[in-house]
């Protein structure tokens, strides 16, 4: 007879944070900006920048010192969702500084940014003669 070993994880609302991030682009426009280096394996800058911010958002919990623990919990679930095996030593206290310090220059946070926001950008035309108060019409949108 085969064994068979179920395993539970609580899913919570991390696919949806992870489904937001990834229709902004927002780990194809942080590896973009902050290309990994050609020594680093495991999980690039954007797909950790995208699991540590949903840690963020999902625990309400900024400290970093937790993150590996976390992901460590949900192995299953992120690695469904990134698509490739997530481990978590990618989110070790020294790579996510590492990460935080890449993302704290100016100049990388202005491209990535302004790269974002080509994609989130909405435009609306407001009310004129031709549209009756209350009523919009959507211009252009991602």
């Known amino acids: 007879m085969i064994a068979l070993e179920i395993q539970i994880e609580r899913v919570d609302d991390i696919p949806l ?16 900006v902050l290309p990994p280096h050609g020594n680093r394996q495991g999980l690039s800058i954007g797909q950790i920048t995208q699991i540590w911010l949903s840690y963020i958002l999902s625990e309400g919990d900024h400290r970093m010192m937790v993150v590996e623990e976390w992901v460590s919990s949900k192995l ?3 690695s469904a969702l990134v698509g490739e095996g997530v481990s978590p030593k990618d989110f070790t206290d020294d790579r996510l500084a590492d990460v935080l310090k890449a993302l704290s220059d100016d100049e990388t946070w202005e491209q990535i940014e302004t790269q974002l926001g080509q994609h989130l950008i909405r435009v609306y ?13 959507r211009l252009w949108a991602s």
Do not use: F
């Not at 944070?17 to 973009?32: E, F, I, S, T, Y």
């Open 17 to 32: 944070l992870m489904a937001r991030q990834h229709k902004m682009g927002l780990p194809q426009v942080v590896d973009q």
């Open 76 to 78: 299953t679930l992120l």
């Open 125 to 137: 035309h407001l009310e004129d003669a031709t549209h009756p108060p209350g009523q919009y019409q």
